[in-house]
């Protein structure tokens, strides 16, 4: 009777344990894949990624002053795609909102951003025009504003890169 108790025991625990664990598996799935929602931009196409920083920096931690600005060598993508895969976004640690505007040196505008907050941003950038095979002189120009409704323009920084079109 008392080695019956055991087993029941036993396999009332083992059943929890397994239960909890499942649950565990389900909750992270869950916060890993469909608790964090894209943004659509309104009027620009694109989507807005709000964990496109996942640094674990707070706004106002940053180790270094002033503003962090992303940087870029090169990027590629193919003759006739309207997509770069490129990632355009504002730190986490930043203070102030960015609009980013892809450009090419000659001024050609391929697009421009609505406010970027800290922490969001976009990997896959819808361009307004397809290009030709060839090698580019591109920039994406990162224009701070700040956080409240006004969004007052700071200052601007340009991030330049080589646009290889295969």
Request: glycine share 8%.
């Amino acid at each position: 009777m008392n080695k019956e108790r055991k087993s029941k025991k036993i396999i009332i625990i083992v059943v929890v344990a397994a239960i909890a664990v499942f649950a565990a598996a389900g909750i992270c799935v869950y916060y890993n894949f469909y608790s964090q929602p894209t943004e659509t931009s309104q009027g620009v196409a694109g989507k807005i990624l709000k964990d496109w920083d996942t640094g674990a920096t707070e706004p106002g931690t940053a180790k270094s002053s002033g503003t962090q600005i992303p940087g870029y060598s090169t990027a590629e993508m193919k003759a006739g795609d309207t997509v770069l895969h490129l990632s355009v976004g504002n730190p986490k640690a930043n203070e102030c909102g960015f609009y980013a505007t892809v450009k090419l040196s000659d001024g050609t505008e391929l697009y421009k951003s609505q406010l970027l907050e800290p922490g969001s941003g976009l990997t896959d950038i819808p361009l307004s025009k397809t290009l030709e095979k060839g090698e580019y002189k591109a920039m994406v120009l990162y224009e701070c504003v700040t956080l409240d409704d006004d969004h007052k323009p700071l200052n601007s920084a340009e991030s330049e890169f080589t646009l290889i079109v295969k």
